[in-house]
């Protein structure tokens, strides 16, 4: 068991945060449930997720404070960036065939989805190069 004194606040406010993202995974399976609009019902399936993934994040930075601080070998970093940077390359070249297609007469909620699917993969190319960051600092998360 790590000491957790100096992290008391720090672990406070990540539960505090967890509870938050659990309200919202209830308030938005209610709208699902309720929703007859196939678009609100993607949406709130898509809140889910996100706020599903933020409680594992969160629920490991709680862990690596009052457990076991967190650790990546070279040997484990490699295939993990393997399959991220053959992720970011796939859905890459998939959303520029996409985009090369798009007519500016779409639908605007088209555009709008499509520009989402923009956003997001835009975030895994920084999350790469933060783990990038990572490996160059010695590998040691804590």
């Known amino acids: 068991m790590r000491d957790t004194f100096y ?5 406070k406010a990540m539960e505090a945060w967890m509870d938050s993202e659990e309200q ?6 209610y709208m699902k449930k309720e929703a007859d609009n196939p678009f609100v019902k993607m949406t709130m399936e898509m809140l889910i997720h996100d706020a599903e993934k933020h409680k594992i994040i969160q ?15 070279s040997d484990e970093f490699a295939p993990l960036k393997e399959v991220l940077d053959r992720h970011i390359l796939e859905a ?3 959303l520029m ?12 909620i088209t555009r709008y989805l499509l520009s989402y ?19 160059l600092a010695a590998i040691q998360i804590s």
């Open 59 to 73: 629920q490991m930075v709680i862990d690596s404070l009052m457990k076991e601080s967190m650790h990546l070998t």
């Open 7 to 11: 992290n008391q606040d720090l672990i």
């Open 92 to 94: 890459s070249e998939s």
């Open 117 to 135: 699917l923009g956003a997001d993969e835009a975030g895994h190319r920084e999350l790469v190069g933060k783990l990038n960051e990572l490996k």
């Open 24 to 29: 919202t995974i209830k308030d938005a399976e």
């Open 97 to 108: 065939r996409v985009m090369a297609t798009l007519d500016k007469r779409e639908p605007r």
